[in-house]
């Protein structure tokens, strides 16, 4: 049976999608919940997996150390240890995990250089991971040639497509994705599509489609999360609160959850309660999303020695992450941007613009040239970062801002008021800023 995106709305399929989900610091796709290679018994390879814990995931890699002293030639062992280690890292906030990872991804290809798909597939993973796209997207179709069949590697393929700022051909690819295996994965991509289009009616079906065949506590925690995203990014606190709240009784270990009840809490002027969550979620997973946020909200509240001290954190850490091989340019130029450092904003934005043309590299780059002073650029770049119809308040804002220096006051408030009433709380330092502007553009 062939499922349309533009059928999305009507059709019901119950099919369990097992297959591999890639994130770090910044969840760049929908690809379903973080789910491990499958133990050594039998055939292994990233399309034979399970939902496992953090503790079971690290099981598996002990079972599959122990069977390759044993078969040191068993290269699809290889490649799920390879795949392990990269879902480890997702899990963890560790970035050490990916040089592992390619080590034994790599052990595989070298046992089998030919027709290897799953140790190209797990390079993908990887190299996604890492936040290259590029290579991600070359993995991808290297082992698309071998085995043109495989959903997670078709997953890995539209998410790297997205990224590199190919919305065309990346609609393609989760077509056929959702051709092979329709499913949690698939769905959840489907909804991430429509989003990015700004259709959220669709995307909320797609991910209420993926939620009603969701079985396992981590693929309804996930659903749920994102269900909570939409909510959160509509302005709708309630609505976001509820499903945050569901997702975290159906896995608690799920951190992602616990930051977006951190920052409905926060929304709501719960200051304390915001801190106390958001000081567990960094302890949990001190990745640079999460350390931003919290700086954000100390700074908003005037907490700057603990600001400072969250900051230092970030530093640390993005030191750890581009020791290890991961790019974060695109977080760090917004943060060099909001922090008045504009030079290094600019560095960082014009990097990931060089090598991604997708809506979030737009929008950074158009906010570093703001802030640096080139605002003529800047609107253009964020003309880009609005080009498909993305129900955005932090890019509708710094539109709003940019048109604002450009002397374009109508346009501004526009902009200023459009942003405010998608989501009015989308930022503890910028949506206190935008509503004193806007007050003072009406006067």
């Not at 560790?94 to 597939?121: C, H, I």
């Not at 509509?234 to 951190?262: I, K, N, V």
């Amino acid at each position: 049976m062939t499922i349309r995106l533009s059928a999305l709305r009507s059709t019901v399929i119950v099919v369990v999608l097992s297959t591999v989900m890639l994130a770090l610091g910044v969840l760049f796709t929908r690809g379903g919940p973080v789910q491990p290679a499958a133990p050594p018994s039998g055939r292994s390879g990233p399309e034979v997996v399970a939902t496992l814990t953090g503790e079971d995931l690290g099981g598996t890699i002990t079972a599959l150390q122990s069977r390759l002293r044993r078969l040191p030639g068993d290269h699809p062992a290889w490649a799920s240890l390879g795949i392990a280690y990269v879902q480890q890292a997702a899990i963890t906030g560790d970035p050490t995990y990916y040089p592992k990872a390619s080590a034994a991804l790599r052990r595989s290809l070298r046992v089998e250089p030919d027709g290897n798909a799953a140790a190209l597939t797990g390079l993908a993973a990887l190299a996604a991971a890492r936040h290259d796209f590029t290579e991600a997207l070359e993995y991808a179709r290297s082992a698309k040639r071998i085995n043109p069949y495989g959903a997670a590697n078709q997953g890995i393929l539209t998410d790297a497509l997205q990224q590199l700022g190919r919305y065309a051909e990346a609609r393609k690819e989760l077509q056929r994705m959702l051709n092979l295996q329709p499913g949690v994965s698939s769905f959840t991509r489907a909804s991430y599509s429509y989003e990015l289009d700004g259709q959220l009616r669709p995307a909320r079906m797609a991910l209420q489609r993926a939620l009603e065949i969701a079985t396992r506590p981590s693929d309804v925690a996930f659903c749920l999360y994102y269900l909570g995203e939409l909510a959160w990014n509509s302005g709708d606190l309630d609505r976001a609160a509820r499903h945050y709240a569901e997702g975290l009784r159906q896995d608690p270990s799920y951190t992602p959850l616990l930051a977006g009840r951190a920052k409905v809490a926060a929304a709501r002027g719960d200051i304390d309660t915001a801190v106390r969550q958001y000081d567990e979620v960094v302890k949990r997973l001190p990745l640079p999303s999460y350390l931003i946020a919290y700086a954000d909200l100390l700074r908003s509240v005037g907490r700057e020695r603990q600001a400072t001290r969250q900051e230092a954190v970030l530093a640390a850490t993005n030191d750890l992450f581009e020791a290890q091989g991961v790019n974060v340019d695109l977080e760090s130029a917004l943060f060099y941007a909001d922090r008045g450092r504009p030079q290094a904003a600019f560095l960082a934005a014009r990097a990931v613009w060089d090598r991604q043309h997708s809506v979030d590299a737009a929008d950074a780059l158009a906010w570093a040239l703001h802030v640096n002073g080139r605002d003529r650029a800047a609107l253009r770049h964020s003309e880009q970062a609005l080009r498909l119809g993305t129900h955005s308040a932090l890019f509708t804002y710094h539109r709003g801002m940019i048109e604002r220096s450009l002397g374009r006051s109508g346009a501004a408030r526009e902009s200023l008021r459009d942003a405010l009433e998608i989501n009015p709380y989308f930022s503890p330092l910028l949506a206190p800023r935008a509503k004193v502007v806007l007050e003072d553009l009406r006067r």
